[in-house]
């Protein structure tokens, strides 16, 4: 209950005083600044939009699955580590690094972060910082699909939720955007339709046939999620993936809600010590790996992929960036603070606990819902199965948003590189698409893995997104020098973040060699490589503006 308070204080703080001294020095919002949502709108990507409705659409798809699954992952080193990293890094690091890239890409026409490194730094640090853009995006939509099949096999409970959402979204878009209802009604009738669905999901369970054309049910589902991901990133915004993320954010946003009234009232113990040093063989040194498990939750490079790639369209003001970037970031802190909670209360003994956590990566979504499911149920007096339904459902809500927001990103990219290079088939989004699907579905079916391709590399995923969100803030940084504003907010994340995440890959690198894993080994230097060449030059950039306005007085 003390951690609750003591988090949800400070996230209120930093949301109340630290973004708005952000807003006004640093980013300088402009009311009257035309974003391009407005004077780019198309209807399909470029939509102004209620900046409440952009709030679920941000929050959903920066969040994922991951909030849950690093936090859930370090408490194995105690509960005070993974709980100080995240409430620090949410309000100075994450807000100020989400908040950052919003307002970079609505300064720069709505163009993602990789795209506009080009203004920034130059033609050859905007090719390297693409190439490691697309490698991340790569990684999160190729697993994110394993994520959620696994659920929807495990939990057969949230398979009518999950992809009845998909209808309630619908028809939320339909009744806003074609025949101008308000939001009241039609998001408090669709939070009771998505919660009543949970209901029928637990009388109804779902389950694929064994084999179907000679797949397994895991080649099932992530077929049908690649196929659903690739037709939601062609629609215009407002007819799925805009309703859809609002709506699941309203839905989620009563789950954190609701786990942590049952806390309040249940007044669990935490059975975990503070620090734990009672940890299992082969766990890795907390520094500087806490900083790499706990990305999302307390700075995620993902997160400035979504800020500068879907939400910087479709910004209806400026000043809205504060609360859809800021808040954003608050939103998933206390994801991340709900599953610390869960994974650390929700055991009845510290034996128990230890007993789920045999090793170093034991934790993640399934301690959450076991621990979470435990607390739910007693302080709501609902059932263990029905708890455990309804946390499932929320990560598969949050992983699925984030998949079909992946994809999208991902089709940005190509678009992008087909603007560079002159390539005119990929500058259309359908060829785009259908060129993000195939090196998804390589990757995921390549390895002959059943699928599950995409956890080869994943070990990289950590490093590789937080040098992005280092390298993300870094242009931030070198923004905020040429137009003179005040640096420092940026600057220490940044410096924080990247020496984290270069000591970390480290010894990623010599676990990779020592094991003979040539592929992470080798993929691993790449993305060190291009890393540093980024950093290097966003430092070059930096001393020479700093060396400019000194010599101008």
């Not at 060699?513 to 966003?538: I, M, R």
Request: hydrophobic share 55%.
């Amino acid at each position: 209950m003390i951690l609750i308070l003591v988090g949800l204080a400070a996230f209120a703080g930093g949301y109340f005083v630290y973004s708005k001294y952000i807003a006004e020095r640093i980013y300088a919002l402009d009311p009257e600044y035309k974003t391009p949502a407005h004077t780019m709108k198309d209807g399909v990507d470029y939509v102004p939009t209620n900046k409440f409705v952009l709030w679920g659409h941000h929050f959903t798809s920066v969040a994922g699955a991951a909030p849950i699954v690093g936090p859930a992952i370090a408490v194995i080193w105690g509960w005070a580590p993974a709980f100080i990293w995240v409430v620090l890094g949410t309000v100075f690091f994450a807000g100020v690094h989400d908040f950052g890239a919003l307002w970079a890409s609505v300064r720069n026409r709505g163009r993602s972060i990789g795209a506009l490194t080009e203004n920034v730094l130059g033609t050859r640090a905007r090719s390297i910082f693409m190439t490691v853009i697309f490698l991340l995006l790569l990684m999160v939509n190729a697993v994110f699909a394993v994520v959620i099949a696994g659920l929807l096999i495990n939990f057969p409970t949230s398979v009518i939720p999950i992809w009845g959402a998909i209808a309630v979204a619908i028809v939320i878009g339909q009744l806003i955007y074609r025949h101008g209802v308000g939001l009241l009604w039609p998001s408090v009738i669709g939070v009771i339709v998505l919660y009543a669905m949970i209901f029928v999901g637990q009388a109804y369970p779902i389950t694929l046939p064994d084999s179907f054309l000679g797949m397994s049910p895991m080649v099932q589902w992530i077929l049908y999620l690649f196929i659903y991901a690739g037709i939601a990133s062609q629609l215009p915004v407002w007819v799925l993936l805009q309703p859809r993320d609002y709506i699941n954010g309203l839905q989620l946003f009563v789950g954190l809600l609701l786990l942590y009234g049952a806390t309040l009232i249940a007044q669990p113990q935490i059975v975990v010590p503070a620090f734990n040093s009672d940890v299992p063989a082969g766990t890795p040194s907390i520094v500087p790996l806490l900083f790499v498990t706990i990305a999302c939750g307390a700075i995620s490079g993902f997160h400035g992929l979504v800020s500068s790639g879907t939400s910087s369209k479709q910004l209806d003001k400026e000043t809205d960036a504060r609360f859809v970037g800021y808040f954003g970031a608050v939103g998933e802190g206390m994801l991340a603070l709900a599953a610390i909670i869960a994974c650390t209360a929700g055991f009845a003994s510290y034996e128990a606990w230890q007993g789920v956590y045999t090793q170093f990566s034991a934790g993640g979504v399934k301690a959450f819902v076991e621990g979470g499911a435990n607390i739910l149920s007693a302080g709501t007096g609902l059932g263990v199965g029905l708890a455990a339904t309804i946390l499932t459902v929320m990560a598969a809500l949050f992983a699925g948003t984030t998949m079909d927001t992946g994809l999208r990103l991902q089709r940005y990219v190509i678009q992008e590189v087909g603007e560079i290079t002159n390539i005119k088939p990929l500058q259309g989004g359908t060829v785009a698409t259908l060129v993000a699907l195939a090196s998804c579905l390589a990757l995921a079916f390549g390895a002959g893995t059943g699928g599950s391709g995409g956890m080869l590399i994943w070990p990289l995923f950590g490093t590789t997104n937080q040098l992005l969100a280092g390298l993300t803030l870094a242009i931030v940084a070198v923004m905020l020098m040429r137009m003179k504003r005040p640096v420092l907010p940026v600057l220490i994340p940044l410096a924080f973040v990247l020496v984290m995440a270069i000591l970390a890959l480290f010894i990623q690198l010599g676990t990779f060699f020592a094991n003979k894993q040539w592929l992470l080994f080798g993929l691993g230097l790449v993305v060190l490589g291009a890393a540093l060449f980024v950093a290097l030059e966003a430092i070059r950039t930096m001393r020479r503006e700093y060396s400019a306005q000194t010599a101008a007085g």
